[in-house]
């Protein structure tokens, strides 16, 4: 086994026992070096011959130097200075043989492939709710509306009281509509609640801006309907406002009218029906003639299902801004006396449906890629 070097004493300071000293530790440093290949042996190799305290340097420096007498000090001087560079140079080429290795093999393992073809991100494109709500909103851009938005998390005030709703309406359960847990402590009208439709954001609008107006405001609203193909606890619609002197039924009909030939086609045809809603009076149901089978009930011999053969679909709700919804907004100009106006609310997602034919509103909201794509 071979025996790990140790720093002789010298006997005498002659150049020849000098010359012996230097060969044998020249040649462990040799052997030693050439022995090590990892970063730990490297540490330890340098430890060994360079620590300040007992390596192999201090101890030629304490051995051959400070122990020589007088006469010899100058030559030994020289010897170990020679040494310990040539220790120093050892340790840093054994270090550089490490340790460079290591980078080049850590650059050809991390370095990328530049021919290989790259990792390709399908374009997305817009959601068909998203796109039939632009849609909807070009088509009043294009009349000179703008584009107003609200919360979602509604006070009682804006989603009922302001908009005429009596304080027992039965909008105002909990059968219908979903509030903001723990809120009993609170005056009614500051209950926090889902908005059940975009109609507060009326009230929000004319607070901020003076008349006239037109405006539509797409965005969620939230009932506490179970799923099913037809109904979603959250859902989309977009409500109209306009507001001016002497707006009048005609205005609503004829701007209706052309909404829905903007959007479904020319050949539409569009029918009011009497109806009711607290913040509107008079209020109006609309119906298109059917754009699936053009009105006959019938897509050949098979029954038409979207408006079960009736010929018309029903679209949205209507109707001439109720005075007393203007009463809560007088502050601001909206002087029912001065001012009139029409409102309507629609369902985006139902829009879409009967748009792009899909049997189930559900199929919106799962985020299934297989029925998305079918609209890129
Ligand atoms: N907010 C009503 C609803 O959600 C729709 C509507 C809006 C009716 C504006 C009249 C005027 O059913």
């Known amino acids: 086994m071979a025996t790990v070097y140790t720093v002789p004493k010298l ?14 530790l020249l040649s462990a440093l040799e052997s030693e070096s050439s022995a090590i290949h990892g970063d730990t042996d490297w540490k330890i190799f340098r430890d060994r011959w360079m620590a300040r305290k007992d390596g192999m340097v201090t101890q030629i420096n ?6 020589a007498p007088k006469e010899a000090k100058r030559e030994a001087g020289q010897r170990v200075n020679e ?7 050892s340790v840093e080429s054994v270090r550089q043989r490490i340790q460079g290795g290591r980078t080049a093999s850590r650059l050809t393992s991390d370095s990328v492939d530049i021919t290989l073809p790259g990792v390709r991100r399908p374009v997305g ?6 796109r039939t709500r632009n849609e909807l909103v070009s088509v009043f851009r294009n009349l000179g509306y703008s584009v107003s938005e609200g919360p979602e998390i509604e006070s009682d005030y804006y989603n009922f009281e302001a908009l005429n709703f009596p304080p027992n309406h039965p909008a105002r359960d909990t059968q219908d509509t979903l509030f903001i847990a723990g809120q009993d402590k609170k005056p009614p009208r500051e209950r926090l609640l889902l908005r059940t439709h975009t109609s507060p954001v009326q009230i929000r609008t004319m607070e901020r801006l003076k008349p006239p107006l037109r405006i539509v405001i797409p965005g969620k609203v939230y009932r506490n309907d179970p799923p099913d193909a037809s109904h979603s606890p959250m859902f989309h619609q977009i409500e109209g406002l306009a507001v001016d002197t002497n707006i009048t039924f005609g205005d609503l009909k004829g701007t209706l009218d052309h909404a829905m030939k903007a959007m479904f086609g020319s050949n539409v045809k569009t029918q009011f029906r009497p109806s009711f809603f607290p913040f509107t009076e008079p209020s109006a149901e609309m119906m298109v003639s059917c754009f699936i089978c053009g009105g006959g009930g019938k897509r050949g011999a098979e029954p038409c299902r979207p408006c ?6 029903e679209i949205l709700g209507c109707g001439m801004v109720d005075p007393n919804v203007f009463e809560f907004v007088k502050h601001n100009g909206y002087d029912p006396k001065k001012v009139s106006g029409f409102a309507f609310g629609m369902g985006i997602d139902r829009v879409a449906i009967l748009k792009y034919g899909v049997d189930d509103i559900q199929l919106f909201f799962q985020g299934d890629v297989r029925f998305l794509q079918q609209f890129a």
Do not use: C, M, N, Q
Request: aromatic residues 10%; without cysteine; neutral net charge.
């Open 308 to 313: 079960k053969t009736t010929g018309w679909i």
């Open 62 to 67: 304490d051995l051959w130097l400070k122990a």
């Open 125 to 130: 494109v817009e959601h068909p709710v998203i």
């Open 83 to 89: 040494l310990k560079g040539k220790i120093a140079a």
């Open 11 to 24: 006997t005498d300071y002659s150049p020849a026992s000098f010359e012996t000293a230097t060969r044998d």
